[in-house]
């Protein structure tokens, strides 16, 4: 009795330490904006929850009282978060995390080899959960009270027509770009998901590299990510990132590890390696299919699907540029407020009106669309960003950080050196337009795109948009965008100021039902479906056919021609410029059809053309 005691006024008190860690402001230290964490400490915190995490498969959530009761045995559990993945059928699957990091140990060290498959065992965090009276039976267990799941099914994302509701149901503009951010971006549950693929990778070459990480990158942990967005890994075998270390500068070690010398070039080793990895990902490590092995790319990468997690994974190892790269985005969305919501409404807005695309082609990426939205950022009469110059500049000895390619990505990890302090007070909704205005007069045959200056410069090549990589300078991260696609931008950028014009002009929501009603946004996004951009197409389909314009039918029409559907229109004001030119068409083919073959000098027709 005194030990049930003790132990539960210990998990108490566990329990209130993770409440105050996880949950409490942080107290302001240098390099952190208003009590919020750097990306080192950002870093640090999830892989920390990922080594005292375990992923639990389940037959549905009922089953979490009687998990919970179970795995409570082997420590005291903070936190249990349910997810679903939807294949043939629904598979249901529990992440519980634990007080520490040896309780997490010691739940995956009591598991055992499922003795119905012929594979080779290996322990991992992926476990799942039989029924009662497999196996042995254990000592009697104290029946626990289950506290609420965080999450249920919390990596669904969220339906269309859900969100299309909340937009309708916002107050103004301003609302409906914070309801767009907040229901689509990567939430809490994701990004641990996220942390513990790369943990299972790291535990899997421990052994022989026990200094290896496996460290993600890219939009899963700079900020900008969505529900459902793929994870970038970089698997390193020592914890060289690329910072220098004073100490070890200092004193070096006498002792020297023994190493097999590499017999051809650092591209080809690299791509041998990365062979042999994507053979033991395929092999050994439960969870990964569908293993693809792209080792001919500028960065080579192998792709996996993870089933149990229902994620797509890109693993490199040469890739320390992205590494720092997703550093330096996530000290951009840090920086304010508003970088964030504003950078998901654009690539929102691109998406729908076909822009991007999931598959890399001609047209922009989400990554030259974020870089578009920063340098915008950097150009306001009252800059929100500085450029990167200024980082470098405030950079001090510990910030050096130089790739094993020689590419420095050195610039300050403490912001509150650079004495940046943006006056901008514009809304969300007046950034919105400013950026569709702003590019919809941008020079893109003649001028670059560089956020390290802050200002654009002379193009260097005769690529049709040019962005600088903000850290290999050399690089042109568009160019891959063709000059349809950079003449498409510039199109729809264009109609956009135009329609967010009026919305921003008339900021109050007009009167309707609110259920048909689109305002705002709506109005900017048009639909996904019409607007997906195919391999082989190089502009958009007619918005309005030729023959819709007139109502007669042709003279060789049968009378069996079912009838056109009926035009509807979205506003009165392109219906009246549709009714005009039926008339002005009308009225020509009269005069063409009174005078034969001939076609009057004074016609409109050769009116026009004379100018």
Request: proline letters at 5%.
């Amino acid at each position: 009795m005194n030990s049930l005691v003790r132990r539960s006024a210990q998990q108490l008190s566990l329990w209130r330490t993770y409440c105050v860690k996880h949950n409490a402001p942080e107290a302001a230290s240098p390099g952190r904006n208003a009590g919020r964490p750097n990306y080192e400490e950002f870093i640090g915190r999830h892989q920390r929850q990922a080594q005292c995490s375990i992923v639990v498969q389940v037959s549905s959530e009922k089953s979490y009282a009687e998990l919970y009761n179970y795995c409570s045995s082997f420590g005291s559990i903070m936190g249990a978060h349910h997810y679903c993945v939807r294949q043939d059928e629904t598979l249901h699957y529990i992440l519980l995390e634990y007080a520490t990091s040896d309780e997490a140990a010691a739940a995956i060290g009591a598991g055992v080899t499922n003795g119905e498959l012929s594979g080779v065992p290996v322990r991992s965090p992926f476990l799942w959960f039989r029924a009662a009276g497999g196996g042995r039976r254990g000592p009697k267990l104290v029946a626990n009270t289950a506290p609420a799941l965080l999450s249920l099914d919390g990596t669904r994302q969220v339906d269309q027509g859900h969100l299309l509701g909340l937009l309708r149901g916002a107050a103004d503009i301003e609302e409906q770009v914070q309801q767009l951010h907040e229901h689509t971006r990567l939430n809490e549950l994701g990004i641990r998901m996220r942390f513990l693929a790369a943990l299972q990778v790291q535990q899997a070459i421990a052994g022989m590299f026990p200094a290896a990480q496996a460290q993600p990158f890219g939009s899963s942990v700079n900020g900008f990510g969505r529900m459902g967005c793929d994870l970038d890994l970089i698997l390193r075998f020592d914890s060289d990132m690329g910072a220098k270390s004073p100490l070890e500068a200092a004193m070096p070690s006498r002792l020297v590890y023994h190493t097999k010398e590499n017999l051809s070039n650092g591209r080809s080793q690299t791509q041998r390696h990365m062979e042999c990895f994507g053979d033991m990902l395929h092999l050994f490590l439960p969870g990964v299919c569908h293993v693809r092995r792209i080792l001919q790319a500028r960065v080579p990468i192998i792709k996996y699907h993870h089933e149990h997690l229902d994620l797509e994974v890109d693993l490199s190892m040469s890739n320390l540029t992205g590494f720092y790269m997703s550093e330096l985005l996530y000290m951009f969305g840090e920086m304010d407020l508003r970088v964030r919501p504003l950078t998901f409404t654009i690539r929102r807005w691109a998406q729908t009106c076909g822009l991007t695309n999931p598959s890399p082609g001609r047209w922009i990426s989400n990554f030259s669309l974020t870089c578009l939205v920063m340098f915008f950022l950097q150009q306001l009469r009252q800059p929100i960003l500085p450029p990167i110059a200024a980082l470098v500049k405030a950079a001090e000895s510990g910030d050096s950080r130089v790739t094993e390619d020689g590419i420095n990505c050195t610039f300050t990890r403490n912001v509150d050196r650079l004495g940046f302090r943006s006056r901008n007070q514009s809304s969300l909704s007046e950034l919105l337009l400013q950026f569709f205005e702003f590019y919809s007069q941008f020079d893109f045959h003649n001028r670059a795109i560089s956020l390290n200056e802050g200002k654009p410069l002379s193009k260097p090549d005769h690529s049709a948009m040019y962005i600088v990589n903000p850290l290999e300078q050399l690089l042109n991260v568009s160019k891959n965008v063709s000059l349809e696609e950079c003449e498409r931008l510039r199109i729809e950028v264009r109609n956009a100021a135009w329609v967010l014009e009026s919305e921003v002009e008339n900021a109050s929501v007009p009167e309707g039902d609110g259920q048909e009603l689109s305002w705002g946004l709506l109005n900017l996004f048009k639909h996904p479906e019409k607007a997906v951009i195919r391999p082989n197409m190089f502009f958009k389909p007619r918005m309005v056919e030729v023959s819709d314009l007139f109502e007669q039918k042709e003279a060789g029409a049968t009378s069996s021609t079912p009838p056109a559907p009926a035009i509807t229109y979205k506003s009165a004001s392109m219906r009246q410029q549709v009714q005009s030119i039926k008339a002005a068409t009308r009225s020509e083919l009269k005069q063409l059809r009174g005078s034969g073959s001939s076609v009057p000098a004074s016609s409109p027709k050769n009116r026009r053309s004379s100018r």
